[in-house]
């Protein structure tokens, strides 16, 4: 994909994660009339269908995981995954079960070990995202790991996971082990602010740029900052950040 595509693509899976799933699916039309590519229109379906499950329209996720699979020849992980999640939500438990068999089949079956790990990665994060299923969630994250320990997009889901289930402590530890692993970029320094704004959110019941700088400690203050502002010499442009650093951060 080209590079308008993948920053509304970025944008998408921010507002997903966000659980903003109209917004998501606003940008995600953006992206339909701009990106025409085999992947673009497989990521699209994907997305389209976690969006409508979050939105509780289990048949048009269903649909648009069909998209995916139909484009992708059945090969799509997180399009049987999306239409598992439909099903069970919809009470069609055999048939949830039998998606996620090939959600397991089709990650087994993948004789890349940096596919299989990164596979694995993803459907840890999944489960806790869409399924709020922590065993699961670790258990395939733990496959992951044994299968690529050193790679720091692995532990950057890992730490996703542990701020899904608000353990920010260990999501921390998990970021710093993929820094020193190699991974200081822009998006690093991303995750790393958005993961301190949930849990100021989460701490202080606001994400009222000058209610928490009223609430904030001076440590909380310096360890938000020091990872915001670091974003944002670094490129990042969010309108929004730009100003909560300039109030809470000057």
């Known amino acids: 994909m080209g590079k308008k ?3 509304i693509y970025q944008k998408t899976q921010a ?3 966000q659980e903003a799933y109209n917004d998501a699916l606003s940008l995600l039309d953006e992206f339909s009339n ?3 590519t085999k992947d673009a229109r497989e ?6 269908a976690e969006a409508f499950n979050g939105l509780g329209q289990y048949d048009k996720a269903i649909n648009e995981a069909d998209l995916a699979l139909d484009v992708t020849k059945g090969k799509s992980l997180n399009a049987w995954f999306q239409k598992a ?5 919809k009470g069609d438990i055999q048939a949830s079960k039998e998606s996620l068999g090939e959600v397991i089949s089709l990650t087994e079956m993948n004789q890349n070990t940096q596919q299989r790990a990164s596979n694995y990665a993803l459907m840890g994060a999944l489960y806790s995202r869409q ?12 496959k992951a790991k044994e299968l690529d320990p050193g790679n720091p997009d692995i532990m950057i889901q890992e730490g996703d996971i542990y701020v899904n289930f608000e353990d920010y402590d260990n999501a921390f530890m998990a970021y710093d082990e993929a820094q020193a692993a190699g991974k200081n ?7 790393r602010s958005e993961a301190w704004l949930k849990k100021m959110d989460n701490k202080y019941g606001t994400n009222n740029a000058q209610e928490l700088k009223a609430k904030m400690t001076a440590q909380e203050k310096e360890d938000l900052c020091t990872d915001l502002n670091k974003a944002l010499e670094m490129g990042w442009r969010d309108m929004n950040k730009d100003m909560f650093a300039a109030l809470v951060c000057n």
């Open 5 to 7: 595509c993948q920053e």
């Open 15 to 17: 507002s997903l994660d």
């Open 34 to 36: 701009d990106c025409k």
């Open 43 to 48: 990521l699209r379906s994907v997305a389209k």
């Open 85 to 89: 999640v439909a099903q069970n939500k």
């Open 131 to 142: 399924l709020n299923q922590p065993d699961s969630a670790f258990f395939y994250l733990d």
């Open 185 to 191: 970029d822009m998006e690093m320094y991303k995750i």
